[in-house]
């Protein structure tokens, strides 16, 4: 199986700093990983993902990190707005078939 | 146009009850999911379908089952409704198994009272 853990429940930052959420991964089979985020009363969107075959990649305002030594996954998030506000959850897959998501991170923005 | 949508959003019930809750996808998508997220936001995997055929049940108990009547289609029907399944039920959907972005509906609450 596959457990995913994240470091940090809640984090509170203020509006214009950089983010940064951390999730750990237990298996080391693992070779595809996603950023979600859910506002509150929505379902879970898509942010950014990596595979196994890259350490590093960005995008708008995000850049997701991956060490595969340490089974360890970040979320950076840049100049940090309100509207960033949400849970945010890694989600990793190994057999193809299963997404197995982290417990969430409450990203909380105060302006 | 909702890529997924499920209904109801709301359902509040008594314990004992059978409800069910719908979903439909309008991407083309191969796989559906149905995953049931607790009050501490965890995320587990309950039922996948690929091309109406079951590929996952997570040891889920038998009061639940899913029906796909085509591939846009996973409705779960849940039968003598506890306190316990009181959650936020999301379905979800992907191109193929596992892999690439999963897209969520917008969740159905579920309350037992």
């Known amino acids: 199986g596959e457990s995913v853990g994240l470091h940090l429940p809640t984090l509170s930052v203020q509006e214009g700093d950089n983010s940064i959420i951390n999730c750990a991964y237990s298996?080391?089979?693992?070779?595809?990983f996603i950023w979600y985020k859910q506002e509150s009363g929505k379902g879970p969107q898509f942010i950014i993902d990596i595979r196994s075959n890259m350490d590093k990649r960005q995008g708008q305002r995000v850049t997701v990190l991956l060490n595969k030594t340490v089974k360890h996954l970040s979320l950076q998030i840049a100049a940090t707005q309100p509207g960033d506000s949400a849970v945010y959850f890694c989600a990793v897959t190994f057999t193809g078939n299963q997404f197995y998501f982290g417990t969430g991170t409450s990203l909380t923005v105060i302006p | 146009d909702t890529a997924v949508s499920q209904t109801p959003k709301y359902l509040v019930t008594q314990m004992g009850n059978d409800k069910s809750i719908k979903c439909e996808q309008n991407l083309g998508h191969d796989t559906m999911y149905w995953y049931k997220q607790d009050s501490k936001k965890f995320l587990k995997i309950m039922f996948s379908?690929?091309?109406?055929?079951?590929?996952i049940n997570e040891t889920v108990p038998n009061r639940f089952s899913p029906k796909s009547p085509d591939k846009a289609h996973l409705n779960l029907h849940i039968n003598s409704l506890e306190l316990g399944d009181s959650a936020v039920y999301f379905c979800a959907s992907s191109l193929t198994p596992g892999v690439g972005e999963l897209f969520f509906g917008e969740g159905s609450r579920l309350t037992v009272l």
């Open positions: 298996n080391s089979a693992s070779d595809y």
């Open positions: 379908y690929n091309n109406k055929e079951l590929i």
